[in-house]
């Protein structure tokens, strides 16, 4: 697996590896070591890949597991725009190399890649402090394989009808993350990266709820506030700010259950 050549001349660099426990904790551990970004580390397999909260991320051979380590990358209040960031760029990538999925592929919040859906991409933004401030951005895409069940319904872009190497996706994948970050511009660019990001999610308008460690709220999905926050419109009229949690969309409406 290589970076897109524009990748490669704005700096980026790629270490890719067999076999990791977790491509974002080998990240940081280089960052810890003097590394600096952007650096790219890949795997094919991993055996202690997680996700948010600290749950297993399943990582069979033939799927993407990479982890983008940033240095610096803006101020830490605008650390957590990144995961809007890397969710446009994974929707670019796979967009891109599977374009006959495109109209299926949506974005849930924050930043999972959601396909007819089901769950198809994960990301997890990870920092260490520890001297410098550096970021991993670990995204991993069911290419070939999903994990079954799970309490959110999952796919694999080969399942749906379009198969693409780990290899293919990466290469384009470096280029949309380039591309995304530049927008973004250290939080200058959250804006517009915030209005692109509306336009490919799934659920606004919906019925959603929201897990918030010990409690969960059920509300409509109204908005995204100027920091990316998750605006709830309750049932009695009031309006929440969910700022991190597990959301889930409770029902299509009728017209798209339809078609």
């Known amino acids: 697996m290589t970076p897109e050549p524009s990748a490669t001349a704005a700096g980026t660099r790629h270490v890719a590896h067999e076999t990791l426990g977790s491509t974002n904790a080998e990240a940081l551990r280089l960052a810890r070591q003097g590394e600096r970004g952007p ?6 397999r991993q055996t202690a890949g997680h996700g948010r909260r600290g ?3 399943i990582s069979q051979p033939g799927n993407l597991f990479a982890s983008l380590l940033l240095t610096d990358p803006a101020p830490a209040e605008h650390w957590p725009q990144l995961a809007f960031v890397a969710a446009l760029a994974t ?27 089901a769950k198809v991409a994960g990301i997890l933004i990870e920092g260490d402090s520890g001297g410098r401030s550096a970021l991993a951005i670990g995204i991993g895409v069911n ?11 999952a796919t ?10 780990p290899a293919t996706l990466f290469g384009v994948l470096t280029d949309r993350m380039r ?3 530049a927008q973004w511009n250290a939080g200058a660019g959250f804006p517009a990266i915030r209005l692109d990001w509306l336009a490919r ?11 918030l460690g010990d409690r969960e709220i059920v509300g409509r999905f109204e908005a995204l506030d100027a920091t990316g926050g998750l605006v709830l419109r309750l049932p009695d009229g009031t309006a929440s ?14 017209s798209r259950r339809a078609g």
Do not use: Y
């Not at 694999?156 to 190497?165: C, F, K, M, Q």
């Not at 999610?201 to 897990?211: D, K, L, N, Q």
């Open 55 to 57: 749950r297993p991320w």
């Open 156 to 165: 694999d872009l080969a399942t749906a009808g379009a198969p693409v190497s």
């Open 143 to 153: 290419c070939a394989s999903h994990p079954g069940q799970l309490e959110q319904p």
């Open 241 to 254: 700010i969910v700022s991190t949690g597990d959301v889930f969309v409770l029902a299509a409406p009728a």
């Open 91 to 117: 929707h670019d990538a796979i967009a891109e190399v599977a374009a006959p999925l495109a109209p299926l592929l949506a974005i849930k919040w924050p930043n999972d890649l959601m396909l007819a859906r």
């Open 201 to 211: 999610a799934v659920g606004v308008g919906e019925s959603v709820c929201a897990r």
């Open 39 to 44: 650096l790219w580390v890949s795997a094919a």
């Open 179 to 181: 591309a995304r970050i």
